[in-house]
T-cell receptor, first 114, second 112 residues
Framework: ELKVEQNPLFLSMQEGKNYTIYCNYS?????LYWYRQDPGKSLESLFV?????AVKQEGRLMASLDTKARLSTLHITAAVHDLSATYFC??????????????FGKGTTLSVSS | SAVISQKPSRDICQRGTSLTIQCQVD?????MFWYRQQPGQSLTLIAT?????????ESGFVIDKFPISRPNLTFSTLTVSNMSPEDSSIYLC?????????FGPGTRLTVL
């Protein structure tokens, strides 16, 4: 059974601090996805990581992928309140087969306070 | 990218009744997916719907409870049948295009 595990599940940060969210998965997929969800909203795509060693950055968020370790990280730099949301990682289902539905981790709820 | 709309956006229903959720995509897509997000939880895949064939359901979900139609390449419906309070969730339609998976705005269902 495919498993996608995120940690931590809850993260309370102070503004200006750095932190990393971890995503481990059990399939051999070469691709990994990060989404953001604000309360009461749908999912917003943040990053699609397509190969081993892929690194993508957008603003204060940077995501990386190590397919050998089956690990992705989402690094937050100098957090601001606007980053408060729930972040999900996901992988292609059915053993990483492209075109199949994504399977999601449990999500990390981030709260940034001053 | 894909623009996905869902109807209704929310509904409050009585137990024992059924609700049909519609999903419209602005592009033709082969596969559409239906997910459920229970309160405070992650997304769980209900089924994959291909045009012209029966939907494929994930473990724990059955066609009698969640019948799905896929009459063409831009439209799908999910029915939540014989509802109970445990069905109170957000139901999301989703499609894959290229390397990305896009989500509709969701249908927030409350069952009393």
């Amino acid at each position: 059974e495919l498993k996608v595990e995120q940690n931590p599940l809850f993260l309370s940060m102070q503004e200006g601090k750095n932190y990393t969210i971890y995503c481990n998965y059990s399939t051999t997929s070469d691709r990994l996805y990060w989404y953001r969800q604000d309360p009461g909203k749908s999912l917003e795509s943040l990053f699609v990581l397509l190969s081993n060693g892929a690194v993508k950055q957008e603003g204060r968020l940077m995501a990386s992928l190590d397919t050998k370790a089956r690990l992705s990280t989402l690094h937050i730099t100098a957090a601001v309140h606007d980053l408060s949301a729930t972040y999900f990682c996901a992988v292609d289902g059915r053993g990483g087969e492209a075109g199949t539905a994504l399977i999601f981790g449990k999500g990390t709820t981030l709260s940034v306070s001053s | 990218s894909a623009v996905i709309s869902q109807k209704p956006s929310r509904d409050i229903c009585q137990r024992g009744t059924s609700l049909t959720i519609q999903c419209q995509v602005d592009s033709q897509v082969t596969m559409m997916f239906w997910y459920r997000q229970q309160p405070g939880q992650s997304l769980t895949l209900i089924a994959t719907a291909n045009q012209g064939s029966e939907a494929t359901y994930e473990s724990g979900f059955v066609i009698d409870k969640f019948p799905i139609s896929r009459p063409n390449l831009t439209f799908s419906t999910l029915t939540v049948s014989n509802m109970s309070p445990e069905d109170s969730s957000i139901y999301l339609c989703s499609v894959k295009m290229g390397n990305e998976q896009f989500f509709g705005p969701g249908t927030r269902l409350t069952v009393l």
